[in-house]
Structure formats: C-alpha cells, structure tokens
C-alpha cells in the first residue's frame, strides 16, 4: 500500500511552537507526514478549521497547547480548546468519524522530545486508520 | 395480462402508486398499494437522547403532528416519572383537540365538500383559521407544537389569551353547529351518498375497531385505555403494550398480516371507530350519530363511506367539549409542571389523533440515551384495512368506474404516506 | 391568470396545506388558478401542464422521482419558492441523512432512493426562501406579500430570502445585561430545570440562539422552551453545530475550568450525550460533517 497520511498541527506559538523550534535546533526529527503551523493560542483554533481540514484531506489533526492550569500565554486558552476538541471528537463519533483523528497534546515550553514522540505516535496511529476518505482495506 | 397504473395516487398526502392487474378476459387480479415515500425517520430515533425525542417524532406526519406530540411528551411524564397537574393535563389536551379538529375540518372542506356538498366552503375555510390561531396560543406552533416538557407544559395562556380562545371557540362552535345541519341535510337527501352507505361493497369486513375511552366510556383522546371492539362483536379493554404486539404482527414484505390479527382481521381506527365504541359529548352529535345508523343500517357502523360524516360529529362534538373546558378556565390557575418523581427506562404514550391510535414507545438506557423505538402511526394501522376493501374487487370486470370506485375508498381512507412509509417497510397492500 | 403549481417532496407532508390555509395566500391563490397539487386532486404530466408562475416546493430530496420533479418544476416556472426548513436546509427529515437506501427500504425499492436526504437548494435555485418549521404566518404574511410584487410577470433579481438573518440572541427578551459575562454553568437537560426567567444558556440549557437567524420572533423562548435551531444558521455562521461547539468552549464553567481542569470538564461535557441531536435537529444535510461522512462513504 502506498498511501502516505498527510496531517496538519495547529501549535500554539508560545509553548508548543516552542517546543517545535527547539526541535529543529537540536536536531530532533519527526515524521514529515505532519505540516505545522503556528497560531497565537490554541483558544483561537476553531472546530470549522479542524473539520475544514478533514475536508480538504488531512487525514488527522493535531493541536499542541500549553499544559494547564498555569502555562497558557492568555490563561484559559487551553481550556476553551480542551472543551471545543473534546466536544467536537464526541459529535465525530456520531456521524461515524474516528475521534482518534484529532490529538491534543499539553505543553510546557521546549518540550521538544514529547513534541516529536506524540507527533510520531500520531502518524502511525492515522497510519492504521486509514484515509480520511475512507475505503483504506480495499 | 394488463396493468393500470395510477401514479401518483391523487388525494393522498404523499406519494404513493396503485397497481390494477388484470386478466386477459379483463377482470381484476389484483390492486397493489404502494407507499413510496421512504424516510426512515425511526431509524435516526435511537441513539437520541431521549428528551429530544417529542421535538422529533412530529414529523412523522405533518396533519397529525400533535398527536405524535404528545404521545411523545406522555412516554417522557413516565420516563421521568412525572405525574402532569390538571393545568398542563387540560392544556395538553385542547391542544390534542384541536390539532384533531383542523386535520377533520381540512379534510372535510377540500376532500369531501367539493364532491358531496357543493357549495361555499369558506365558513370551514374560516373555521380552521381560528382553530390555528388558538393552537399557536397554547402550544407555540401551530404544527410541531413546543410547550411540552416532562411532567406538564412550560407556558400557561395568560388572561387575554383566554379570551381570544374563548371568542374563537364559541365562532367555531357556532359554526359548526350550522354546518353540520346542512351538510346533513345534504347527504341524507343525496341519493348516490345514501346508496353508498347502504351498499354492501364498502362494507368493512372480518374488521374490529380500536379506540381509547375514558372511565365512562366517553371517547378519551387524550388519555382514554383501548378498548377493542371485535368483529364477532365482542368488547374487551387491552393493555397498551399488549395492543402494540397485537397489531404488529409481522413486518414482512406483503403487508397484509402487518396489523392483522390472528385470526386474518384487521383493525380500523379513527373517527369511525370512536363513534362505535365511545359516547360522544354533545347531544347534536348523538343526533347525528343516531341518523347515521337509520341510514346505513345498524350499529356497529362498518360502511366506510360513514368515516367523512364520523369526522364531522366529532369536530361538533370536540368544538363542544373545547369550549366547555374553557368556560370555566379556573383550572389555568393551577401550577403547570410537576418536577417530583423517579426516573424510569421504559415510556408510553398513546393518545388517539384525527386518523387514530397513535403509539409511542421508547426505552432508554442509563445514559439516556434512547436504546428502543416502537411507533404505531394510524395511516400504518388503516393500510390493511384498505387492504381488505379493496380485495372485494379480485374477480370483478375492470372499467373506469371500476377505478374511480376504489380511488374513493383511498381518499376516504385519508392516509397519511409519511406516516404509514414509518411503519410499513415495504411494499404495498396486496388487495 | 396566475398559474400555481404546488411541489411536496419526502417529508411530513403538511407544509403546503397549511401555506393553502393562510388567509392571505389563500386569496392570492383564489384569484388564480392550481394547475398542480397531488395531494388535493390535481394530477399531471409536469410536461404537460405548461408554464407555471409560481410553484411552492416543500420537502427534501429523498427519492430519485423527488429530483425529476423538482426539475421539471424548475425548468417550467417562472417562480420557485422553497417553503419550510426541510427544502432548505434538510429540517427534521434531514436527519436521516446519514441511512444509507438499504437502512430504509428493501429489495427493489432500494433503487427508489438517492444515496443521501439532501435539500432542494442543493439541486436548483429557489427565487424566495421561507425558513421555518412551519414558517410562522407573519411569513407567511410576508410571502403573500411578495408575491404579489411579481403576481403580473418578472421575478426577483437576487434570491430573496423572507427572514431576516441576524442571530437570535440580538433581541432575545432573556439576553443576558452582559453577554461578554454570561457563563454556561454546566449542561443540563431542559427538563430538570425549573426555569427562572434568565438566558437558557446561563441556566445550562443548550438553546441554539447564538448560532441560529431569527425568523420567529423568539416563539420558542416565549414559551419557555430553548431555541432548536429551526431557522437556520444566522448570517456568518457557517455550520450551526461547529459553531455553537466554540461558543460552548468559550463560555462553559469558565469560572471555574482552573479548578476543575480538564477531567472536570471533561466530565461535565459528557453530560451531552447527542450533540448531533442538539446541535442539528433541521440542518444534518448541510453539516460539514455530514459532507465528510458521505465523502467516506463515496457519495459526495
Ligand atoms: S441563548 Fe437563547 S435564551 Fe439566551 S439570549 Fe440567546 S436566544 Fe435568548
């Protein structure tokens, strides 16, 4: 089989962007599946851009924010994220989505090494998932 | 071997296709009734949470949308094991009324006036307007009502809400005295509409009549128990749930057995069937009644063309019982929901709606979320009753007459096709 | 004399006699002429009826004769309207858009249905559209009076859409004094609340307010019953459901997510167990998850 999962991460700036620039300093690589992209805070990601994704064919979303109670730039940031994900990956599940498709990961600043695990980790579990579009078996 | 085809079938809300199969000497094979208009609305039920339920279950047919209503607001009062205060009682039930009281005056108006009665049929016209605007008063909505919640209603008519609803009730009263003195008239003085009733081919046969009457065997729309009236004549209360499996009894492709009961009888519902097993509330409609029998020969009344002139005793009759419940509103004072009670996993609710019975089943699981559908929808419950009229014309000559005769049974029998394609899965009434 | 046609496709069946009963309409309609109406007698070949002025059309798209049917009538009138929610957005019967034909029917009456329930402006371009489930008669009132603009020939520029589309919450006679304040205090079902007057949302009732138009005067909330959506998104918001699902994160115990952090909230947003339900009672068909779902499906 050679299809190839392509995902998109939505990093908060201030600590998961961070973290993915230290990546790059220390030369810690991660799969080239997943394209990053910053943003100011991971309060501001809405649902439509995480669903508009899937649309357009990423095969999985991940969203890196700061660890709570303490870590996020605009204090609850993290918290309007965690209850619009969590919500969202509960209504995907009733229209026959895997919820798997969306992972939130916490962050403390550089924690580089956790962003390229969990990243990793992601990309081989849409790897067993399958397509956004479906019909991986046939 | 020839076919007609009459597609879509005119008069029937909803699209639906007759077959008429003959044979080469012309005579009649067969007559295929079809609902083709597939939802599939139970389906989406389960899995919903259960509250959202009654917000829903309207749409399983429009005409009879508060029927399903409250049916469904009733299964929740159990499922939360609510007891409703005789406020929200009384209001839910005008509301029920009056929702059974336009679906007759609308029939009555376009379907059978024009063709039995002739004349001007804006006074009705007017008539339901008022039904519409006091229904938007006590339910929110004049289809699709939202003032329901579990255990009573959410919104009680204020003053000068009662009375609008008191003006309104006592036109629609007054009118329709007036009319069904007329119409009467009418059809008793019509010779091809008292042939028809004293013909022996619309006679129902091997048919029972299902109705819900209240403690003193007046017709209980709203929360009467079942009572079935065999076709052997016998007469028995039954319980909800029981009546469920009775007439379900198949869902298999061919629908005669579905309904049917076990000894190949059908059951009809609906305005003929009140008038058989239940006292009305009026004297004028007692009178009518009575004239009814004279003219179609005897009591249980089983000629079908009688179910149009059973709709219009009992909007006479509801009108009057509409308008006593509101000439002494005291009970408004009341307090309109009960909060007190243990939740439960299993509700029902059945209340009777201008075609009839309506059935409402649900149970949930601990989450809440609903695990169990069973909707009986009376256009569902009619089709083999249909069925068995319309087998009385296997064997017989085919001419357009022939055709025009059973197209009028269909439209007597008014079916609602979104509702009936929710419990028929497939195919047609075989006749 | 005007020529009315009027189209009912897969749904509950009662919106077009009840749009017959309004007063006003029903005296555009006596001054002209039904040449189309099934339901009420009138039968016939679509090809055959001529040109139609205006034809009312309600309902989804479900079967594969609903589709003809609508365009033909298309093709053949001078004036559509798509009347009641299920024509624009789906409505109730939309929420069946995820059964596949085999879910719903058998053998050879699989091949009756489309692969999916959709609305009819997703198949052709109604020139009026009147949101609502049923439009309310001051809608009604509206179209009458619209129509008779366009009685003697023309047709709208542009579609003309007969709510007015700004969001619910606008107007609403339980608008909180300060909306930027308001908080959702948990999730609650409607009724276990004994209801006190304030913003459903600030008694943890899920009302669809903030993302849905208002075309009903706040009927629902005048009764005491949270707003269900039935209008349709209000302008700006792209999908009802995906962004109520923003406004909850915004607002839900926000006072207290410190303390709670995410496993205490987590446990409270499990208390909506059918935000599907919720969030699209009359507009599944147009969901982007919806599209997405069909998509895996090979169907869009
Ligand atoms: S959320 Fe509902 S109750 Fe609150 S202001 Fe908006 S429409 Fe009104």
Redesign the interface.
Known sequence: MDWEPWLIGFLSKWTAGIAAESAGVNRVRYSPNIVLINVPCC?LI???HV??A??QGADGVYIGGAL??ANCHYK?GN??????F???K???K????EPERIRLEWFVSPQYRKLAKTIDDFVDEIKKLGP????VEE | MGKVIVDPVPWVTGYSRLTVETSDDNRVLSILFEPLEKRGLEKVLKGRSVELLPTITPSICGSDSWSHYIASIKALDIIYGRKPPLTAIHLREAGLLLDILESHLRYLALKFAPKYIGGDVKPLVEVINDVRVVKEIIGGRTRNPIYGIAGGVTRKPGSSDVEVIMDRLSRILDILEKTSKSYMDKISSSREYTAKLSNDKYRLKNTGFIALLDGDGKIGYYDGRPVILGPDGSRRMVDEGELIDHLVVSSRLGTCELYGGRNGEVYMVGAISRINLGKTYSEDAEEIIDKLVELSGGKPLINIFVEPIARLVESLDISYRLNKLFRDPSWLSGESISFEGKRTNAGLGVVESSRGLVIHKYGVSGDGLVDDVEILDPSGIRLPVLNKLLEKYRGSTYSSELLDDVLEIVKIMDLCIPGASKTLRLGGVRG | MTRYAFLELTSCGDCLSELYMNPEINKLLEEGEIVYWPAYGIVGDPEEIGEVDVTFIAGTVRTRRDLEELEKFRRISRIVVAYGTCSIYGGLNGLTALLEPRAIADGEYVKLLMPTVKPVTDYIEPDILVPGCPPTREVMARLAKTLKKYISGGKPEKKIFLIPGEVLCKHCPRRPSNPEKAEMPGIRDPNEVVDDGRCFIEQGILCLGPVTANGCNHLCIRFNHPCMGCMGPARGVVDQGLNMIGSIGSILLKSREVKLLFPGLAKELDKLRDPMGYFYRYTLPKAMLTKLALRRRGVE
Do not use: E, W
């Not at chain 1, 918290?79 to 619009?84: L, N």
């Not at chain 1, 009733?94 to 989505?97: D, E, N, R, S, T």
């Not at chain 1, 956004?132 to 019909?135: D, K, L, M, S, Y």
């Open positions: 309060g809405s649902p439509i669903v508009d899937f649309l709570p109670p609850v918290f309007k994220a965690f209850k619009r969590y919500l969202l509960k209504l995907m009733q229209f026959g989505i956004i579009t479906g019909g």
